[in-house]
């Protein structure tokens, strides 16, 4: 069956273009399992089981949480050019790469689980920074643990009301593995640009496109990320649905752009309004990977982990 799906995206071509297609897949996919060889990461041992994690920099620790079909290595990669001054520790959340998937796990376990990490790193507070499907379980840490949180930065996050706090179909799962992700990455890479979050039609400049490749990159090995999808999909993404935002008491940054087509501006904007003291920063285009902005979004969230603000 595979053999024909390769085929049929070739073109219906020759057998000969089919098995090239073929190499090539499994070329990429070593490709992929050796990106996640070369970080350096561990783990420590919890009563959720094993919470992996890696780090880069010193000063101020900075727990960095990553979002759909992350790990902790895209925990750091989506750091590029943010808090550089800080200790950034990224764990793999639930699922992901070589975190465990506790029994009947929900986003409070999560929440949970950072706070049992921090306490085996000796870091009583922290700032959060959390990227799209992370910000579920940062908004459970600080409503949790608010004597462990010192900032929360939400950047393009899963927010209530949003379309991706909507449980998806079940067959959606069918989609969560290495070889239907990869032929979209390759046969079908507009369709995969959406699913990301980058608006149609929108202007892509050199920065941008290797900013997205190696977004697109960091999705692989899906089978090492596939079980934290789904605990995100059907499980922690439509928890924010019932979080009482009014209860946050770290000061909180909103940062969204009003034209990302995963998670709504409403739905940042309706949060904001609901979290005591909230900065909203908005961002006119760049989409859910708010392109073209990371400069901007980097003062800004410098600032704000500083106690400042932008000018």
């Not at 960095?64 to 764990?91: K, M, V, Y």
């Not at 969560?176 to 390759?186: E, Q, S």
């Not at 924010?240 to 995963?262: C, F, G, R």
């Amino acid at each position: 069956m595979k053999k024909q799906v390769l085929l049929a995206a070739v073109g219906g071509g020759s057998a000969i273009a089919g098995r090239r297609v073929a190499r090539r897949y499994r070329l990429d996919l070593a490709a992929a399992y050796a990106r996640v060889t070369a970080v350096d990461r561990a783990a420590v041992v919890t009563a959720f089981g094993a919470v992996e994690y890696a780090e880069r920099g010193n000063g101020e620790p900075l727990l960095a949480i990553h979002g759909f079909f992350g790990g902790c290595d895209s925990g750091l990669q989506s750091l590029r050019g943010l808090a550089d001054d800080r200790r950034a520790i990224a764990p793999s959340r639930f699922g992901y790469l070589g975190s465990s998937m506790p029994p009947g796990a929900s986003a409070a376990d999560q929440a949970d689980a950072f706070a049992a990490l921090l306490d085996v790193l000796g870091i009583g507070r922290s700032d959060v920074i959390a990227f799209s499907s992370g910000a579920t379980s940062a908004l459970q840490f600080a409503l949790r643990h608010p004597d462990r949180v010192k900032h929360l930065a939400v950047i393009s996050g899963n927010l209530p009301g949003s379309s991706t706090a909507a449980v998806p179909p079940r067959a959606a799962r069918l989609a969560y593995r290495d070889f239907p992700m990869w032929t979209l990455k390759v046969f079908a890479r507009p369709v995969l640009l959406r699913q990301i979050g980058v608006p149609a039609g929108f202007p892509l400049a050199a920065g941008d496109a290797r900013i997205i490749s190696d977004l697109i990159d960091s999705i692989f090995p899906v089978a090492l990320r596939a079980e934290g999808a789904t605990f995100d999909a059907f499980v922690s993404d439509p928890d924010v649905n019932s979080y009482p935002l009014e209860a946050l008491m770290a000061p909180t940054l909103i940062v969204h752009a009003k034209d990302d087509p995963l998670v709504a501006y409403d739905a940042a904007r309706r949060a904001a309004s609901r979290v005591p003291g909230a900065r909203l920063a908005s961002v006119e285009r760049g989409g859910h990977l708010i392109l073209g902005n990371g400069q901007a979004v980097g003062r800004e969230v410098t600032a704000f982990l500083a106690g400042s603000r932008v000018p």
